[in-house]
């Protein structure tokens, strides 16, 4: 069965540059949702999209921005990175927003140096 | 507000049962879960129980939910060295107009099977 896809799988960045990372979700998929996991830490929700619409607000910072484009992939925009970035980003999708399963990518292991 | 609890370690022998404890305060919670992530892995969702239910089993795994108490548990019975691993509690909750909010999760329990 397909699942989530994430891209790239790791990304190695200096200080105050920006990053892009993309998700594919389950085919069928209209609702993505975007996890930081910092080192030993549980994932945390940073934000998600429904149809192409912001859905619900996390811990994002302002210096992040995301969207969800008409084919349901969803793209997480870092700029002005931290060493504190430095994380697993997980991506994952569901149904719809009333179906409770949420599936999750493998993870963009981000490192910033 | 919302917190999920849980302990940070298990150790059991392969053969055994496990269980795995969780906690969470945010009474207006739907559906707990549990996820388990493998070193350097994404998370897998294991299994997950409405808050209207008490018990769910699928196959080795048993949830185990007391609602009064607000206390989750996870059986895995017949443990393999395979099942070594973090296991993560979340919960989610029903939005105003219904959708599903995002996940809360707890610290996760590491569990080491000894062979």
């Known amino acids: 069965a397909a699942g989530v896809i994430q891209s790239p799988r790791h990304l190695i960045k200096e200080k105050r540059e920006t990053a892009t990372l993309k998700c594919y979700p389950i085919?069928?998929?209209?609702?993505v949702y975007w996890y930081q996991q910092g080192p030993g830490q549980d994932p945390q929700f940073l934000i998600s999209?429904?149809?192409?619409?912001?859905?619900d607000k996390g811990s994002i910072p302002d210096r992040f921005s995301a969207q969800q484009f008409s084919d349901y992939h969803s793209e997480l925009n870092m700029s002005s990175l931290e060493l504190g970035d430095s994380a697993l980003y997980f991506c994952?999708?569901?149904?719809?927003?009333?179906?409770?399963?949420?599936?999750f990518g493998p993870g963009t292991r981000l490192t910033v140096t | 507000g919302e917190d999920v609890e849980q302990s940070l370690f298990l150790s059991v022998r392969e053969g055994d049962s496990s269980v795995i404890n969780c906690t969470y305060t945010?009474?207006?919670?739907?559906?707990l879960y549990w996820y388990k992530q493998e070193p350097g892995a994404g998370l897998q969702l294991l299994t997950y129980?409405?808050?209207?239910?008490d018990m769910k089993q699928d196959q080795r795994l048993t949830v185990l939910l007391n609602k009064k108490d607000k206390h989750l548990s996870l059986r895995i019975a017949d443990t393999q060295t395979g099942d070594s691993a973090i296991y993560f509690c979340?919960?989610?909750?029903?939005?105003?107009?219904?959708?599903?909010?995002?996940?809360?999760f707890g610290k996760g329990t590491k569990l080491s099977v000894k062979p």
């Open positions: 994952a999708s569901s149904l719809s927003r009333v179906v409770h399963e949420q599936y």
């Open positions: 085919p069928r998929h209209d609702t």
């Open positions: 999209f429904y149809e192409k619409m912001q859905s």
């Open positions: 945010d009474s207006s919670s739907t559906y």
């Open positions: 129980i409405f808050s209207n239910m």
């Open positions: 979340a919960e989610t909750y029903q939005n105003y107009g219904g959708s599903q909010g995002n996940l809360i």
